[in-house]
């Protein structure tokens, strides 16, 4: 067993103190890491790949909630939209209107959290200012009833720079509250092991950590 319960106990206690939520993202680790940490109570756990996600959902107790965090192409969403919580990375229209029709379809409501690109990294996935206006706007249009917006979520620049990270947190976290309370949002996801007490700094409501709980990953499929 390779999870690092001294971590999981220092970070439950930060996060409780934050009123956050935590986030296991196990991404690449075995389903006995998984088992190990919800036999220590925790609940929700986060994955980024849709195939492996299924595998695990398959094998797991039904009393683990799951989010999907990795990047989704609209093809895959009809796999995992009955079996996740929560959506994390919504970037574009299209793939919320192929959750839309899914959840439509199961006749649920998806919650999702829309993805906002805040890093100066073109590598990140997510929506401009623009085009969150531009969603927002159609939902209040009524145009995704099964579609439930709880938030937003970003990933800061994978860099040292404390400052640049904070600013970066601190946009995301302006942008959530100008639109917070006319659409009801309750939920902003940042921070991962690296950055997460900046981002609870900044005002995060739940952090994403992986390897401070599940050790350094073998290889990073992104
Ligand atoms: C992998 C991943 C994480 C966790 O990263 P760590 O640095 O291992 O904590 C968080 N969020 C997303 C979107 C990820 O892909």
């Not at 220590?40 to 980024?48: A, K, L």
Request: hydrophobic share 40%.
């Amino acid at each position: 067993m390779s999870i690092n319960l001294i971590n999981y106990e220092k970070i439950k206690s930060i996060v409780k103190s934050y009123h956050a939520q935590l986030v296991a993202v196990s991404k690449t680790k075995p389903l006995d890491d998984i088992l190990a940490l919800h036999q220590e109570g925790q609940i929700v756990f986060g994955e980024n790949y849709v195939q492996e996600l299924m595998d695990k959902f398959e094998k797991a107790p039904a009393t683990i909630d799951w989010h999907f965090i990795g990047h989704l192409q609209s093809n895959k969403v009809k796999y995992i939209q009955p079996i996740v919580k929560l959506i994390h990375g919504i970037d574009s229209e299209k793939l919320l209107m192929e959750i839309n029709k899914q959840a439509t379809k199961n006749n649920s409501v998806a919650n999702v959290l829309l993805q906002i690109h805040i890093a100066q990294e073109e590598s990140k996935f997510g929506l401009d200012e623009q085009e969150l206006a531009q969603i927002l706007g159609n939902i209040s249009r009524g145009n995704y009833a099964n579609i439930n917006v709880k938030g937003l979520m970003g990933m800061a620049s994978f860099t040292d720079n404390q400052t640049q990270i904070k600013n970066e947190f601190t946009s995301l976290k302006k942008l959530f509250d100008q639109y917070s309370s006319d659409y009801n949002l309750d939920t902003l996801s940042m921070g991962m092991s690296s950055d997460y007490q900046i981002a609870l700094d900044c005002g995060s409501t739940m952090i994403r950590i992986g390897s401070a709980l599940f050790g350094e990953r073998n290889y990073q499929k992104s």
